[in-house]
Each structure stands twice: as structure tokens, then as C-alpha cells.
């Protein structure tokens, strides 16, 4: 690696553990209690008062119950199942997501019908939706790509219109909003990722937020997530259900805890660095022509709403000497990390033998071929980005 030796390896994503939360977690770990316990109950207690509040254009007075779960993987495969969706039915969500998106409805035996992405936001394209629907489609599970919102009312106009269920992919979402109102503080199923590349960690994790009047569905929640295990008062115990086990633990949840009082702060922090790449990366002609920086929000509030969880231009290919794996290795040399966030699903082998073929969804190949996620955490500093940038800079110049 061509590194000087006061430059460090500048990963694409990291995550922010302060010391309170370290020395938090040490004494959960000393406590002897290290499962599913008071962290757990204060963490999603924690979640459901953040997305409760600071919403500047609250248009409902419903509020939100939080069940947290090993990961977002886990929980969307319970909100399928609550929603009672199963063997023929079918969900339609985006092929350009991570794969977890649609394996989690292959897995409980529904169909997932693709749908493109917008070039620009990358989310998916709502007004195709009424193209895909027939007598099978049971949900939509749209992806809030990045962090940056699909438009919940459209969104929430076809589900209404076609009498579905949403399940709201909010793994990148975390802190978003849209018009001013949370992503998780209305709309049908919401869920969250806590994996450490989300913009907060609970190591691994997840959450579902739902509406807390629906108390049913919030009971199937809990005994899917825990071996459907119901106890009464008197603490005799009964089985309704083959649930799973996918509940958080104590040590987890305290790292969310203390991760939750520091998130409005970390995407602000995103947010700054993300200025800084758009002023610095359309500067000059050639920048524009080879690199196509996804859409500026031009909404004020949608702006101020996004929570960029990554930061992910495309490359023109076709223009540049080189491949996208050389662009990544020639970065890598300078000490720069860069990821691929996502390739095409329906390309995947797996998803080829539902009959779906290269040409299907050309935004979605074309964004799956040539994206590349540019480092992006609140630790960064300004000169970090700079640095990126210039090694970005003089790469274009040699290609
Ligand atoms: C869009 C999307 N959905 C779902 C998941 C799954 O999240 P988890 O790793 O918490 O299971 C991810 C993880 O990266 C994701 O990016």
C-alpha cells in the first residue's frame, strides 16, 4: 500500500463507540444478567420516545411500539409472517437493495415481484407498482435507499388504493425522515438495522416499530421472536406458535442505548460531510462527466431528512480507461476504502430461476454495475473527504 506514514487506511464506514457506552457495557457484563432484560426494555422504550417526538409535522396522534431483534433480517421475516403472508403470495419490492430484502421473502415461501429504481433517489419506482399487481400481491417492501425517503404518500396511496400491507425496509433510515415526520413514526411496519455499518450499531440487531393500538399483531410479534412462548400472571407458560429466536441481548441493547443519545448528532455530522463531497466532486466538467453524484434533495425538508447512511456516486464506465474493480484497488492502494452498495438481486443465480434476466430492470443493472460508496462515517474529518476527493481527482486524471 503507497501509504505516507501519517496517513491511515480511511475504511468506508466505521462505527462511533464513546466511552460511556464502553464502560456502560462493562457493567452489563459484570451484572450477570446478559440476555434479553432491563437494556432491552429501556432500549426500545428509548426508540419508540425518539420516534414519538421531534416530528415537525406530526399529522397523526398514534404512537409507536418498538420490538428490537438480532437483526433487521430476523424482523422483516416476522413482519411478513404478521402480515400473514406466505406459499403464493406475492411482495413487490426493488432488485436493487441487499439481497436480505427479498431472501427473507423467498424464505417464508412468497414471491418477490421486482420493481425498478429511480437512477436519481435510487428508491423504487412507485408509479410502476400498479403495472405488477394481480390477484396474489399481498405487500409492498420498499427500500429507503441510503437513508433518503420514498414518498410515503405516494407509497401509502397504492397500498391503499391496491389493499396492501407495507413493510417498510428502513435498514438504512435510522433518524430519516420524510416531510418533517420520522420513518418509523406512522405507516404500517417499519424496520431498522443495527448492524455496524448502520448509522447507529447494536453490534448486530434490529427493530420493528408499529402502530402501538395494534396490540394483536404486537403479540404475534413477540411470540415470533421468542419460541411462542406466551406466560400468564401467574407465570405458567403455554405455546401458541413454532416461533423462532431472535430476541436482543442486554449487551446489545446497552450499546444502542448509548448509540440512540448520539444519532441526531452523528447524521448531522453525515450530512456536513456529504455537502462537502457534492462541493468538492462537481466542480469541474470532467467530474460531472465521470462520475454522476446521486440526486441533491431539492426539498428542503427532505434534505434536511435524510440521514445518508452512505454516499454512493456512479461511474461512467464508459468514459474511464478502467474497470470499477480497478478504480476500488487503485483507491485501496491510496488508503482508501470503497464498497459496492448493491449489485442487481434478479441477477443472482438464485433469483434467475424465478425467470428473471439481464434487461429487466435497466436502472437497477445499471446502478449495480457501476456504483461505488465512498467513505462515509461521523468520525470523519473535513480532510478526510478531501483527501478522498483529491485521490478521486487524480485518478480521472490519469484515465
Ligand atoms: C436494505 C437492507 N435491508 C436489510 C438488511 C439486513 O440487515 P441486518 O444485517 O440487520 O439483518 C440490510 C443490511 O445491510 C440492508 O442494507
Known amino acids: 500500500m503507497n501509504l505516507s506514514s501519517e496517513q491511515k487506511y480511511l475504511p468506508f464506514t466505521r462505527p462511533s463507540l464513546d466511552e460511556e457506552t464502553i464502560s456502560a457495557v462493562v457493567e452489563v457484563l459484570r451484572s450477570g444478567w446478559l ?37 433487521a433480517t430476523e424482523a422483516l421475516e416476522v413482519a411478513l409472517r404478521v402480515c400473514g403472508i406466505g406459499p403464493g403470495d406475492e411482495v413487490i419490492t426493488p432488485s436493487f437493495s441487499f439481497v436480505a430484502t427479498s431472501n427473507v421473502i423467498l424464505k417464508i415461501g412468497a414471491t418477490p415481484v421486482f420493481v425498478d429504481v429511480d437512477l436519481g433517489t435510487r ?22 435507499f441510503a437513508g433518503r425517503s420514498v414518498d410515503l404518500q405516494e407509497l401509502y396511496y397504492y397500498a391503499n388504493k391496491f389493499n396492501l400491507r407495507v413493510i417498510e425496509d428502513a435498514a438504512h433510515a435510522i433518524g430519516s425522515s420524510w416531510q418533517g415526520e420520522k420513518i418509523g413514526s406512522r405507516g404500517d411496519i417499519v424496520v431498522f438495522s443495527f448492524h455496524p455499518n448502520k448509522n447507529i450499531t447494536t453490534i448486530e440487531g434490529g427493530a420493528i416499530s408499529i402502530d402501538a393500538n395494534r396490540s394483536t399483531e404486537i403479540k404475534e410479534i413477540e411470540l415470533h421472536r421468542f419460541h411462542g412462548i406466551i406466560k400468564d400472571a401467574d407465570n405458567n407458560t403455554d405455546v401458541l406458535i413454532a416461533g423462532g429466536k ?47 453524484l446521486p440526486l441533491y434533495p431539492q426539498d428542503q425538508l427532505n434534505r434536511e431528512g435524510h440521514s445518508w ?6 461511474l461512467n464506465l464508459k468514459k474511464l480507461k478502467i474497470t470499477r474493480q480497478e478504480f476500488i484497488s487503485s483507491m485501496h492502494k491510496l488508503g482508501i476504502g470503497v464498497g459496492i452498495h448493491y449489485p442487481a438481486i434478479h441477477l443472482f443465480e438464485l433469483y434467475g430461476k424465478l425467470g428473471y ?42 484515465h
Open 123 to 144: 428508491n423504487l419506482k412507485l408509479e410502476d407498482i400498479p403495472k405488477v399487481i394481480t390477484q396474489k400481491t399481498k405487500a409492498i417492501m420498499p427500500v429507503h
Open 357 to 398: 434476466k439481464r434487461g429487466d430492470f435497466p436502472n437497477t443493472e445499471e446502478i449495480g454495475a457501476t456504483t461505488i460508496t465512498l467513505p462515509l462515517f461521523p468520525a470523519m474529518e473535513d480532510s478526510d473527504v478531501h483527501r478522498v476527493c483529491a485521490a478521486i481527482n487524480t485518478l480521472f486524471s490519469t
Open 309 to 314: 447512511h452512505m454516499f454512493t456516486p456512479l
Open 35 to 71: 440476555s434479553t432484560g432491563p437494556q432491552v426494555k429501556n432500549f426500545e422504550e428509548s426508540l419508540a420516545e425518539y420516534l414519538n417526538t421531534n416530528n415537525t409535522h406530526r399529522t397523526s396522534s398514534v404512537s409507536r411500539v418498538v420490538k428490537s431483534f438480532t437483526s
Open 246 to 292: 431472535s430476541n436482543l441481548s442486554d449487551v446489545a441493547a446497552c450499546v444502542g442505548v448509548g448509540q440512540l443519545k448520539q444519532l441526531d448528532r452523528f447524521n448531522q455530522r453525515r450530512k456536513e460531510l456529504v455537502e462537502l463531497y457534492y462541493k468538492l466532486l462537481s466542480v469541474t466538467e470532467k467530474q460531472r462527466s465521470l462520475l454522476q
